[in-house]
């Protein structure tokens, strides 16, 4: 196919030219917005001055090409092949490309503002509205405040990663793997989660009630007051934790989620498993937490007044600025704090039975 023939075609409605050799083509300052590249030949190609902003370009032979002044913002750059490609002065803002993307030498996608999408990906505040993401990998990537608005993420791997106040609107995630995700604040109006991985997600202060939850897993899912379920929809009867103060969790697997500032007070947690959750300034005042998990968790300025912790496992658990005042802790349990951080605190012994904890301030008894 020549560059007359492609235009012509284009210009006509045409947009799918996948798998098409294109190579040396002459096709610089065409307009070729969203067109549909993938895996196409387009090795020494003039595309300069283009406008393929939008355009899929996966899988894509780019060698070579001439694509100084042209415009990729929002192209889908994974797989492609841009070794020994002219990227002078090209637009790449919001451009998305993985691991097997292939850049000239020395080229710097973080200073060209490309998305980069694989685990543990940075992308806060990344529009990445309207892009075919399925099946990709972003578990732990941080996506709060994200634009994913009609994006295809049908399949993805999102477990464990940040999509707090992400706008998921009309998203569809069919079959997506949401385990441990946040969501907190996330919009989600007519999104599709239909049999979709939700356990032990955090899906506080979220409106699902348009949503499509047809099958999809919720055991262990986190929700509060401010969560809203589609009608008929009760969360508790699918295995979901309501979280807040006297809530009964006795015995709940809770291990390695976010619970930041939560409200627990008076909390039935025992023998809860919340090894490595964070609890950073969660109010735990008078809550049951004997025989809990704790090891590794987060409790950083966590307030703990009153509350039972006989036989609790804490065990590399970070207490640092948390408030124990008046907090029940047997003699068993503490050959496990030796591992827990325990910054200003020592322990002094009230009686022969019973050991507390207090802070170096004398006024404050723990």
């Known amino acids: 196919m020549d560059a007359n023939e492609l235009v012509q075609r284009y210009q006509s409605g045409e947009k799918d ?3 098409e050799i294109l190579s040396q083509v002459d096709l610089s300052r065409a307009d070729l917005r969203q067109i549909d590249l993938w895996s196409a030949d387009l090795s020494a190609a003039n595309l300069s001055g283009a406008n393929l902003s939008g355009a899929d370009l996966r899988e894509a032979l780019l060698e070579a090409v001439d694509l100084s002044h042209a415009d990729l913002r929002r192209a889908d750059l994974r797989s492609a092949n841009l070794l020994r490609s002219t990227l002078q002065d090209t637009h ?13 030498d020395e080229f ?21 509205s309207s892009k075919d993401l399925s099946g990709v990998d972003l578990s732990r990537a941080d996506l709060r405040q994200a634009n994913l608005a009609d994006a295809n993420l049908f399949g993805a791997d999102l477990s464990q990663a940040n999509l707090g106040r992400a706008n998921l609107s009309h998203a569809d995630l069919l079959e997506a793997n949401l385990d441990r995700v946040n969501l907190r604040g996330t919009i989600l109006d007519q999104a ?27 055991q262990g899912a986190l929700y509060n007051d401010n969560t809203r379920f589609p009608i008929g929809l009760d969360p508790a009867n699918l295995g979901g934790y309501w979280i807040g103060p006297g809530t009964f969790l006795q015995n709940a697997e809770l291990n390695q989620v976010s619970l930041v500032g939560v409200d ?16 950073w300034g969660a109010n735990l005042n008078e809550a049951n937490l004997t025989g809990a998990d704790l090891t590794g968790a987060n409790l950083c300025g966590a307030s703990l007044v009153g509350a ?21 802790l047997a003699e068993e349990p503490l050959p496990e704090l030796s591992e827990a ?12 039975n019973t050991p507390l904890l207090r802070s170096h301030d004398p006024s404050k008894r723990i």
Not at 94 to 104: H, K, N, R, V
Not at 341 to 352: C, F, G, Y
């Open 17 to 19: 030219f996948s798998g």
């Open 92 to 104: 790449l803002e919001g451009a998305i490309y993985d691991e097997t993307t292939q850049f000239p």
């Open 108 to 128: 710097d996608t973080t200073t060209a503002g490309l998305y980069w999408i694989a685990p543990d990906a940075t992308l806060s505040g990344a529009d990445l």
């Open 192 to 218: 599709n989660l239909s049999r979709a991985n939700l356990q032990q997600a955090n899906l506080f202060d979220v409106d699902l009630s348009s949503a499509n939850l047809k099958e999809a897993n919720l």
């Open 264 to 279: 627990l007070q008076g909390a039935n947690l025992a023998g809860a498993n919340l090894s490595g959750t964070d609890l």
């Open 308 to 328: 039972n912790l006989e036989d609790t496992q804490l065990t590399d658990a970070n207490l640092l600025e948390a408030d124990l005042t008046d907090t029940i």
């Open 341 to 352: 951080d325990l910054t200003d605190m020592k322990q002094v012994a009230v009686d022969d």
